[in-house]
């Protein structure tokens, strides 16, 4: 051997702190795509009498009030559960499929190395 070996000048892995900034601005990114979804439902609908006295500017003089029979509250109740099963289950799937990449990218290496 001619010359020893000499460390190099600059790590050649990624920082840790772009890795969070890239992860922060995706998720928020995301969750602000998901929200705006979930909400563009109700941007074109009036829900209650205060919606109709806003729009249309003029005094409401009355209203009829809304009324749950048994039936409807129970698929309501059955309707939240399964939203919510749903979601946890979704979740659950996308929490062990980011694992999966990230350990294919071998990015938690990354991301502890010191």
């Given at each position: ?32 795509v998901f929200a705006g979804f979930a909400e563009s ?74």
């Open positions: 051997m001619i010359e020893p070996p000499s460390l190099p000048e600059h790590p050649a892995t990624v920082s840790r702190a772009g890795l969070i900034a890239i992860a922060a601005t995706a998720g928020l990114a995301l969750g602000a439902r109700r941007v074109n609908s009036l829900e209650d009498a205060r919606d109709v006295e806003y729009y249309t500017r003029l005094p409401l003089l009355g209203s009829i009030p809304k009324t749950i029979t048994v039936g409807e509250r129970r698929r309501r109740w059955w309707r939240a559960k399964v939203r919510f099963l749903m979601g946890t289950a979704a979740s659950v799937v996308a929490t062990v499929a980011l694992v999966k990449i990230f350990v294919l990218a071998d990015i938690f290496a990354l991301i502890t190395y010191k």
